[in-house]
């Protein structure tokens, strides 16, 4: 059982800059896919960033060369940090995770569905 832990969001103005962190549970993070989604009333969960055991990462168009997805296995920490942030941006922020053989690239991970973990949720507003 891995538990996850969302920090860092809040209210940006748009071009600004916000560094998600979540922070896993348990000693055996290396072995977990991780992967950042979205969510806004009404709406399904999106896809925004995904990572792999490897540290090969997979990005959701709309964020590509915005965000930077990166963990930190020592401090059991994924990270989102997102530049450049667009009013559009503004959503609930989830983690997760799932355990994964280290041969799979981020790619295979980039549909919620594939998790087995999920965090609260942040909220990041960007205003115009």
């Known amino acids: 059982q891995v538990q996850l832990v969302e920090s860092g969001g809040g209210l940006v103005q748009a071009g600004g800059s916000l560094r998600l962190s979540c922070a896993a549970s348990?000693?055996?993070?290396?072995?977990?896919?991780m992967g950042w989604f979205r969510q806004t009333p009404g709406k399904e969960r999106d896809f925004v960033a995904s990572i792999a055991r490897s540290d090969n990462t997979y990005y959701a168009d709309s964020v590509k060369g915005r965000f930077t997805i990166a963990r930190d296995n020592a401090r059991n920490t994924v990270y989102l940090q997102m530049n450049s942030l667009k009013p559009e941006d503004t959503a609930v922020y989830y983690c997760a995770a799932v355990q994964s053989p280290v041969y799979y690239s981020a790619i295979h991970y980039a549909t919620a569905g594939k998790y087995d973990y999920w965090g609260q949720g942040t909220q990041v507003t960007v205003s115009s």
């Open positions: 348990g000693r055996t993070f290396s072995t977990y896919a």
